[in-house]
């Protein structure tokens, strides 16, 4: 992560733009940002059987231009559909950090809103709002494939408005959300991604970027090395 | 001088073209994959949305210098590609280069995307690139069979002289119908249809080569797509229907030409990369080789 000073910063934050056309330019992409979503699911609960009635011919998601893809790279949209355990929030975590912003977090089913029937459970998450940026939660134990159309087209709606913009919250606040974080997972939690220099890359920090516990997370980070290539014969 | 001009034209004029009939295939791909799955489908603009939502992600990943000149590779293999395929009222420079030509710079995008997926060291992009390379020396061989055996029957390897002779005489397809049906299988490999797409295969290797694409790169992988369906098309429309006499015949002849495979895709599973092999070599090479002994 070290070598992202190659890429062009996409400078929005607080410099004027020269180019007249800009507003407009915007609004276009903004426009195809809403219209065009491809969409990670972390079908982590029993919300996920609600998807495959959303995508295909009963209630096609593909009219609103939403379909699925396979690797956090390319996807636009993470739905977590259900209880998320202390274990699977690692990995969600480590699937939203390699997502590519602007980003947009769904929560399905009451279990990520607050725990829902694993309130009680000690291995549970609760509020999924805690550890990620959530843009829009679809309550429902579980939500129909109507209430999660509902729920995207609101997305829609708020991406097109220039609202869809919790993305950025994570890297503004990201003190706030590592806390949280290693809370959970104890204070030699670390990801592969690097957010804060991320967030200075892209213009996106703020004096809640750094705090306590981005100082934690520095005294124990260690470097990321390549995995070792071992071939069994 | 106005050649000049007007040939300068051209070279810009014919990507152009590519791209957004490109555009009008991929929405038809999907039309046609949500109408077999009575879905609705995608809206008409659906191809540039998602092309300019992709070029419009605030951040971007890139994996080195050759990741970034991989892509350009990729791309740019197929807009060199476009001004060699003659359309109607247009031929670039096609009587220059010819079919040879024509099937050399087609392989550029495969081998750029090979290095630009290098780069990446993602396991599964490497595993999806090397099944892509195997697949194209599965498909090259039939193709160049059917290439060869065309070009013997013309006694000419201009593509120009080929569309030429059979709006005078007879389509290509009725004079050599053995080489139209391998060359019709090696483009279903080309196009990567299914049966023939496990280098993508979304569900074991996360679509492979482009695992690691994110915004323009995988923009630009969304533009190469738009030019390979319509380089695909237009090809075989030269070879064996006659080209187009005029613009209408030939959208026509190309949407239909690019319609077949995409039809027979949606009805398949997908065969693995030796088994690909085993059949391009076989069943497609075996028609061409018999269709060359009548040519000859």
Redesign the interface.
Known sequence: MSKIGNIPVNAQNGKKRTNPLAGVFDELVQFCQSRSMFMLHYCTGCGAIELPPAMTSRFDMERLGIQPMVTPRQADILLITGYVSVKTLKRVILTYEQMQSPKYVIGICSCTVNGGMYWQSYATAKVLNEYLPVDVYIAGCMPRPEAVIEGLRRLMGNIENGKGIAWKDYFQRYDHYLGNQQHLFGNDWQTPTDIIGEARHYGLETEQTCGEHSRILEQHQQPLEPYKMRIKL | MTSVTELLAELLLMPFIAFVVGLAMVLMY?KIA?RL???????L??P???I??LY???????H?LIHDIGLVMAVGGYVAAEIFLPVPGMDGIADKGGIITLSYVLMVPSLGLALGVGQC?NPNGSIGISRALTAMLAYDIPFIIVVFGVATHYQSTSLVGMIEYQQIHQWGIFEMPLLAVAGLFALQGMMGKQPFEIYVA??EI??GP??????KY?GGLFVMQTFQLYTAGVLYTSLFLGGGANWFEFLVKIFIVVAIPMSVALVFPRYRTEDMVRIMWKWPVMVALIGIAFVL
């Open positions: 999907r949500a799955q009575r879905r609705i489908g995608p809206p603009l659906q540039i949305y998602d300019v939502k419009g992600k605030e951040t971007q990943i890139s080195g060291a979304p569900a996360a679509t482009m695992v690691e694409m994110s915004g995988m």
